[in-house]
């Protein structure tokens, strides 16, 4: 059975399971996660304005769309793969869900730059 704890439960649970001497590394992943999702949402429509953003002209329009269609898929996975790592333990809580949206933020910013510059 799933349970799901709001955003502003989350710091206070994290406080009990350490106070009671469990580990809230999943928790505490799960809120920096939480946290982060909005800056993801910004990186993420950054990138669909790179592929959508292209000259009606151009004869590789299929290409654009279905390469588009796997970067986010593949940045989708990755997200999903480095929080299953830190919630382990392996990753710290501040790589796992931060750095993975900085660097999509800066992917995003440097491939509308590059489009900009080509255009």
Do not use: C, H
């Not at 799960?30 to 999702?37: C, P, T, V």
């Not at 480095?82 to 491939?111: C, D, E, K, Y």
Request: proline share 3%; charged share 10%; aromatic share 14%.
């Amino acid at each position: 059975m799933l349970v799901f704890f709001s955003i502003y439960e989350l710091p206070g649970l994290i406080k009990d399971l350490k106070d009671s001497g469990f580990s809230p590394r999943k928790f505490v992943v799960q809120f920096n996660s939480l946290l982060s999702k909005p800056f993801l949402f910004v990186a993420m429509s950054l990138m669909a304005a790179f592929f959508a953003i292209n000259n009606s002209r151009s004869k590789n329009n299929i290409m654009i769309f279905v390469s588009g269609i796997i970067l986010g898929l593949l940045f989708y996975i990755i997200l999903i793969i480095v929080n299953a790592i830190g919630s382990s333990g392996v990753i710290p809580t501040f790589l796992t869900t931060w750095m993975v949206v900085v660097i999509m933020l800066a992917i995003s910013v440097l491939l509308i730059f590059r489009k900009e510059i080509i255009s």
